[in-house]
């Protein structure tokens, strides 16, 4: 049962949009009071899925925030300084040139500006304890960008609600409803929204003006106006307020000057499109972040504009630093199958290859990657991380520098731990064992499967030890692709192998609600010279 093929990974950013498993279908809510409190999520039982089953981990293991972890995460430019701010001129005659010379309909531009701020709301509020968001929708461009954000935000994980008091006719509006009305997303009228939007409501999406907007705002958008603003009333303020997530411009604010009156909307997130307006610099909330990429260079050059790269796949990215979190405030409510000793397999092995081929499937980054735990005769332990190369059952194979000082530990004291931690489907791996050298033709064999890069690498490095500076590292590197530029084969260094833990102990932990996770430890026993695995549950 040997680990095949080796892994190998790219170190470039992957970007995986784990599918959402649909448990219910939304219900249609016809008035505040039908509105719920975000729903627990019920356990599902055994039998649910097995090691072949493909389904995306995100629709049957998570944490609470289920569909969110996975996109790709914000980059954080920290001067906003540094980036450039239009006023209302250059944002309309940006749009213009979009949706002129440069072929973007607006519907094309609508839906990119949507999910940005989807993405954004997902990069900080997170489904577990900002589920129910009330998306208000202007008339205009701001209003379909809050209809495109709020379907995207469903298949997130959350559960919207529209306020759409101004519907139009235009196609393009009318089929965004239809979209949201066949995802069940319920549809409230002004007059059946509670008089205090805390009461019902984890975030509200303020999409009513956009940076075109000037005037005074009329009815029912006012009045609408004002119920956000109270929300940043500290004497009207419940335990838990939603937030305001403004759309490219707080509504009611000058689009250059931000809130004249002073007693406007403080948004608690703004989301720019394209570039931030002028009006943002005077944005005081604890979230900006910039959307809409889709900005050519053309345009870019044009009106000088400088704006941060966003980073792999991500549709958003950070301006400003982020606030400090209260670190003994951080924690997951993990939402997992059950793991009985029904379910698992009578050989820690086989039930190693199973949670190893889910992990696999679910496509995550280096599934291969254990924490290497070694002692020496100091009795001082030290931890690293490593890749697992092969297993079977002889155990566990990873290659190393036999001079390191996991080696001079393990050659001092040979027994390890290994730790497998797969966070996507809220489980870790823990093995513990003998550690012996593996023959050296199979560190040769596997030497040389490497790419040629990484066996040079092996010679240059002589890990653990002190190094002038990278430049040296680089100058050896240089020297031995110069001395082996003719192709011919690179040999292993003596110095350089493999190791294998053979287990003596194999513990498989998924994380459960409340802290009640699911630990099985399998340990050997000897029963007619063969060995058997006692399988026992630990107390979490």
Not at 52 to 66: L, Q
Request: neutral net charge; proline residues 8%; hydrophobic residues 35%.
């Amino acid at each position: 049962m040997l680990l095949q093929p080796l892994l190998r990974r790219s170190k470039s950013m992957k970007c995986i949009l784990f599918a959402q498993l649909s448990l219910f279908s939304p219900p249609i809510f016809n008035s505040p009071n039908q509105i719920p409190k975000p729903h627990r999520l019920p356990h599902f039982t055994s039998g649910f899925w097995s090691s072949n089953s493909r389904i995306n981990p995100r629709g049957y293991c998570s944490r609470i925030y289920t569909g969110v972890k996975s996109m790709a995460s914000a980059k954080i430019v920290s001067d906003p300084e540094s980036i450039s701010y239009l006023n209302q001129r250059e944002a309309a005659e940006i749009d213009e040139i979009l949706m002129g010379p440069l072929g973007f309909s607006v519907d094309q531009l609508m839906e990119l500006a949507g999910l940005s701020v989807a993405t954004s709301i997902a990069e900080v509020y997170k489904p577990a304890e900002h589920n129910r968001v009330l998306a208000i929708c202007g008339p205009g461009n701001n209003g379909g960008d809050g209809l495109v954000a709020a379907r995207h935000l469903h298949h997130f994980g959350y559960k919207p609600f529209i306020c759409y008091p101004k519907r139009t006719d235009k196609a393009l509006y009318s089929g965004l409803v239809t979209q949201l009305e066949s995802l069940s997303i319920p549809f409230l009228s002004v007059e059946d929204l509670p008089a205090d939007l805390s009461t019902s409501f984890d975030i509200v999406v303020d999409a009513i003006f956009g940076f075109s907007f000037h005037g005074s705002p009329r009815p029912p958008f006012d009045d609408l106006i004002q119920r956000l603003v109270a929300l940043e009333n500290p004497s009207q303020k419940n335990e838990k307020s939603p937030v305001v997530v403004s759309v490219d411009i707080p509504s009611g604010w000058h689009v250059e000057e931000g809130d004249l009156s002073g007693n406007g909307i403080k948004p608690d997130m703004l989301v720019s499109l394209t570039a931030p307006k002028l009006c943002a610099k005077r944005f005081s909330g604890s979230h900006h972040f910039l959307g809409g990429r889709f900005v050519p260079p053309s345009i870019a050059e044009k009106f000088k504009l400088e704006l941060p790269a966003y980073p792999g796949t991500s549709m958003c990215v950070r301006i400003g630093k982020p606030p400090r979190v209260d670190i003994s405030a951080l924690r997951e409510n993990y939402i997992s199958p059950e793991f009985s000793e029904d379910q698992a397999e009578a050989d820690p092995f086989a039930q190693f290859q199973k949670w190893f081929d889910d992990a696999m499937a679910a496509n995550l980054k280096e599934p291969n990657a254990m924490a290497l735990s070694t002692t020496g005769k100091d009795g001082k332990p030290s931890s690293r991380m490593v890749l697992l190369k092969g297993f079977d059952r002889d155990g566990f194979v990873w290659y190393t520098n036999y001079e390191s000082q996991k080696a001079r530990q393990i050659s001092e004291n040979p027994q390890a731990a290994l730790l497998f931690h797969w966070d996507a489907l809220n489980r870790q791996v823990r093995v513990e064992g003998s550690v012996q050298k593996v023959p050296d033709e199979e560190s040769e064999q596997y030497f040389h499967s490497r790419p040629r890069g990484s066996q040079i690498g092996a010679i240059v490095s002589k890990q653990s030890t002190v190094v002038p500076g990278r430049r040296y590292l680089y100058q050896q590197q240089e020297e031995l692709e110069a001395l082996y530029s003719d192709g011919s084969s690179i040999p292993k260094p003596k110095h350089w192998g493999g190791y294998r833990l053979k287990p003596e102990l194999f513990e498989f932990w998924q994380g459960q609600p409340s802290r009640l996770h699911d630990r099985l430890c399998y340990s050997p026993e000897g029963s007619d010279g063969k060995t058997v695995w006692k399988i026992v549950r630990l107390s979490p």
